[in-house]
């Protein structure tokens, strides 16, 4: 790691005991990345952390490195080979975190200090945490899972001059125990690990995965090798930055044939782990295009700078949350809305919601002592507000120069054209819009109003071949990551039971036979705000009226009418949790090892995974949208 040496003044570097009760003796909130000796501590982040102690350059927020296999207190993280960040506060841990997830581990930086802050200025309760790496399995409590699990490694950002591939350990050699060998390995050939992730394809996704091979003989061997048992997906660039990674890889990996690879290339990986040209170990993709498919079918949430235009623009824009608050959203949004769409900014996420006092409370979490804090808090309940995620360049600083000074009055006077002044409602103190302080806030923000969230989406049996391809790509293109997909024929008692409310209802008869009809591609979706977002994508249940108010939605196109409406979506937070429940399973009732048998896609670790936020934030009250 030629990097390391330059990171000595960002992250306390810990190898033995002493050094660790050292760092955990130290006032604040200290984010430790613990490591193992043969992978070295994550790299990916550093230039996050880098940014987070610039901007925030608080006292209070300390960076560390240890390494797991000299540090007996870490003894239960040895052999991991997933990035783990622990955080303590006052030397308790008070959050863990699995996975170089970039924008979650910002989150949860910016959250945990803020909490440890008021533990040390406000005397408050610290919330420990134990993590289930310490701890023996069956003393694990429900509470503990949920919110220690995280989400999976996944939105990490390539660096724009980077070029990558995507690279598979393929089942025969994890079956063989080779896995953390081969990592090794390419690790020392200079390649550079952006991502990682375990994972069991199923069979329905190795078809789709190897879509360009079905007409040859292969195929079917091919398919079902690939779905056989747990495979390492690796997006890889090189340290040296080459200009083509692809190529070096497939270089390194030798010939599609292992007897050829044996006698041509004898130092390669397939030559070294392969036994046959169906089971050769290793995949690479083909060429700089498919990397970016494989890319995006295996880490939907990547960023990358090749692919479309939009996602390169993406990739400079920054987010920033604004609020339309009661008053005015009522009144101005059209107009507001288009001095925001004037001045370069897309909407890329939007929700209308009336909050509660607590959740004011929570989100104005440094304000409540202040003296305008019962107006506002007023100001703030009084009906629905509008919360939107902007992006554009200097997202930030750009909506805050828009809004105008905070003080109404001011406003009025230094800058009568700011939103502010345009749209202060008569001599009431309070602003009407609010804008994020820095980006640091922004990501708090954001995930406050657009938590991340599980769906359960279903394509019915209704939709023909073409429809589901199409209803996947465009669940792609927006962004979801596809967390399981399964394609499952119905028992009439688990349909019965999924659409238990509406037992009562006239049609509940044909619902549950057109159900059971057909096998249904179940899913669970997650995303931001994912349960609204993917029933705006369904658009209403009557494609007639879909066809009237969303005539863009899945069901104004493909539906043929009310009861054969091609897609499901669960309508709650609550209900998604019922429904994922009923067709997968509950994820707490399984134990580590079962779960690799199965033969699901799962992300690598666990599907409840955002309870974590949720719990830090309180949940929203997101009921019924439908
Ligand atoms: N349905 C129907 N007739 C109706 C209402 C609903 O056949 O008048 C069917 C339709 O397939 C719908 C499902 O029942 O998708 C569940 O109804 P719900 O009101 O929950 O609609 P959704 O949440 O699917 O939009
Ligand atoms: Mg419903």
Redesign the pocket.
């Known amino acids: 790691m030629t990097a390391k040496k330059k990171e000595v003044t960002l992250q306390v570097s810990v190898i033995n005991q002493e050094q660790w009760e050292e760092v955990l003796a130290t006032k604040g909130l200290t984010v430790v990345d613990v490591y193992q000796h043969w992978c070295g501590p994550c790299r990916a982040v550093l230039s996050l952390l880098r940014k987070i102690k610039n901007e925030l350059g608080d006292d209070l927020l300390h960076f560390a490195t240890a390494e797991a296999d000299s540090i007996d207190a870490l003894e239960k993280y040895r052999g991991k080979c997933e990035p783990t960040f622990l955080f303590y506060g006052g030397g308790e841990l008070v959050a863990v975190l699995r996975g170089a997830n970039a924008p979650l581990l910002q989150r949860m930086i910016v959250e945990e200090l803020s909490k440890e802050k008021l533990v040390l200025e406000e005397g408050g309760e610290r919330k420990v945490v134990v993590d289930n790496g310490l701890m023996d399995e069956e003393k694990i409590s429900q509470e503990d899972v949920t919110h220690l699990h995280s989400e999976d490694g996944e939105n990490i950002i390539v660096p724009a001059s980077k070029s990558y591939t995507v690279a598979i350990i393929k089942p025969d050699a994890v079956a063989h125990g080779k896995a953390s060998e081969i990592i090794m390995k390419i690790q020392d050939a200079g390649f550079e690990i952006l991502a990682q992730d375990e994972w069991t394809l199923t069979e329905v996704q190795a078809r789709e995965f190897y879509q360009h091979k079905d007409t040859e003989a292969c195929f079917e061997d091919l398919v079902q090798f690939m779905s056989s048992g747990p495979s390492h997906i690796l997006v890889l660039s090189q340290l040296e930055d080459s200009a083509n990674v692809v190529q070096a890889w497939l270089d390194f990996i030798g010939p599609t044939n292992t007897d050829e690879a044996k006698r041509e290339k004898p130092a390669s990986l397939r030559a070294q782990y392969g036994t046959q040209t169906l089971f050769n170990a290793l995949h690479g993709s083909e060429d700089s295009d498919r990397a970016s498919r494989e890319l995006a079918f295996f880490f939907p949430n990547f960023s990358t700078p090749s692919g479309t235009e939009q996602d390169v623009e993406e990739e400079h824009a920054e987010r920033t949350l604004a609020l339309i608050r009661p008053d005015v959203a009522r009144e101005n949004r059209e107009e507001i809305l288009a001095q925001i769409n004037k001045s370069g900014f897309q909407v890329c996420l939007q929700r209308e919601t009336v909050l509660t006092e607590e959740q004011v409370r929570h989100f104005y979490l440094h304000h409540v002592d202040e003296d305008h804090f019962p107006a506002l808090l007023q100001s703030m309940t009084r009906g629905p507000l509008l919360a939107l995620v902007l992006t554009r360049e200097h997202a930030v600083q750009h909506w805050k120069d828009m809004l105008g000074p905070a003080d109404v009055r001011r406003a009025k006077e230094e800058n009568p054209e700011c939103l502010r002044a345009q749209f202060a409602v008569g001599d009431h103190p309070v602003n009407q819009l609010h804008g994020s302080e820095s980006t640091m806030e922004a990501s708090r923000e954001i995930s406050f109003f657009f938590p991340v969230q599980q769906t359960l989406a279903a394509i ?1 049996p209704d939709a023909t071949q073409e429809h589901k391809e199409m209803i996947l790509e465009e669940i792609r293109d927006r962004r979801f990551s596809i967390r399981r997909l399964e394609e499952k024929l119905l028992s009439r008692e688990t349909v019965e039971a999924f ?1 238990k ?2 037992t009562d ?3 509940f008869n ?2 549950v036979e ?1 159900m059971c009809s057909g096998p249904c591609l179940m899913m669970v979706l997650e995303k931001e705000n994912a349960i609204e977002e993917w ?1 705006a994508m ?1 658009g ?3 494609p007639d009226q879909a066809k009237i108010a969303s005539p863009n939605s899945l069901r104004a196109r493909l539906a043929s ?5 091609s ?3 669960s ?1 709650s937070q609550h209900h998604s949790e019922e429904e994922i429940k009923l067709i997968f399973g509950d994820p707490s009732e399984h134990t580590e090892a079962d779960s690799s048998d199965e033969n699901t896609t799962e992300g690598p670790k666990d599907a409840s995974s955002d309870n974590h936020q949720q719990h830090l934030e309180g949940k929203h009250h997101q009921e019924e949208v ?1």
């Open positions: 019915k659409y409310k509406h209802r006239p049609f044909q619902l057109f029933r369904m209403p249940t009557d009418d009310i009861l054969h409406n897609v499901h979506g309508s439908d």
